[in-house]
């Protein structure tokens, strides 16, 4: 299962990279919005904070397929690497999708809210399908099922696409995305730590220094070997 970083704010990219297994960074326009800054710049930013070898998804802002190719090739370009043009689903971003095959540049077909929009992702050639999961959760239309569809659809037919969950608030949601097969999730920063948190580890962790402390005082095992 592959685990990518939601946002923009590049100083919680590089303590994510540094310490979490991540793939890369994926942005939307609200995310990039909220940085308030220089986009040109801040596109190659991105590539700088997550590192050569990982991805970069940013969205596209055009309607029309021919727009939204130009702008796949020109970010493309421009940010190098493994990277992915995020387009919305509809006629125009599956039109784009299909003029993208064989460019080299991924696409991540975005806004998913029905199985079906992502079996039409898929087919036209999308290599992840972004399935907005609390969104539809906010809505009562079980965010999850709506993953384990698309699972479901995609491994009956075969389809090489991945499910990229998005639109999470919390473990839960993260942990039923991974028990139902899907391939990757991307969370914001703050759910990262999330993750890993549990009160009892923290207190075993507490009770195992206090124990070797009782012992070997503030000497650690490097001082003893
Ligand atoms: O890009 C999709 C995802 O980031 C949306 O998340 O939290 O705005 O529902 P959210």
């Not at 702008?71 to 493309?76: D, G, M, N, T």
């Not at 639109?167 to 391939?183: D, P, R, T, W």
């Not at 890993?196 to 195992?208: E, N």
Request: aromatic residues 8%.
């Amino acid at each position: 299962m592959e685990f990518i970083i939601d946002t923009a704010d590049l100083k919680a990219i590089r303590r994510i990279v540094e310490f979490f297994p991540v793939i890369g960074v994926t942005t939307n326009p609200t995310i990039i919005s909220k940085e308030k800054t220089d986009f040109k710049q801040l596109a190659l930013d991105l590539r700088e904070a997550v590192g050569p070898d990982k991805q970069v998804h940013i969205q596209t802002t055009s309607e029309k397929a021919e727009d939204i190719v130009a702008e796949a090739k020109a970010l493309y370009d421009l940010v190098g690497g493994e990277f992915y043009i995020k387009i919305p689903i509809g006629a125009e971003g599956l039109k784009a999708t299909m003029m993208l095959k064989g460019s080299g540049i991924g696409v991540t077909m975005t806004a998913i809210h029905t199985p079906q929009q992502a079996l039409q992702a898929a087919l036209a050639g999308a290599t992840y399908v972004a399935p907005y999961v609390n969104r539809l959760d906010n809505v009562c239309a079980d965010g999850v099922g709506v993953v384990a569809d698309i699972v479901t659809i995609f491994d009956a037919y075969g389809l090489d696409c991945k499910v990229l969950a998005a639109s999470f608030k919390n473990v839960q949601q993260v942990h039923e995305c991974a028990l139902c097969g899907g391939h990757a999730v991307t969370i914001n920063p703050d759910l990262y730590d999330q993750l890993v948190y549990h009160p009892l580890t923290d207190k075993a962790i507490v009770d195992f220094t206090a124990d070797w402390k009782s012992v070997y005082g503030d000497k650690g095992s490097l001082d003893l070997i």
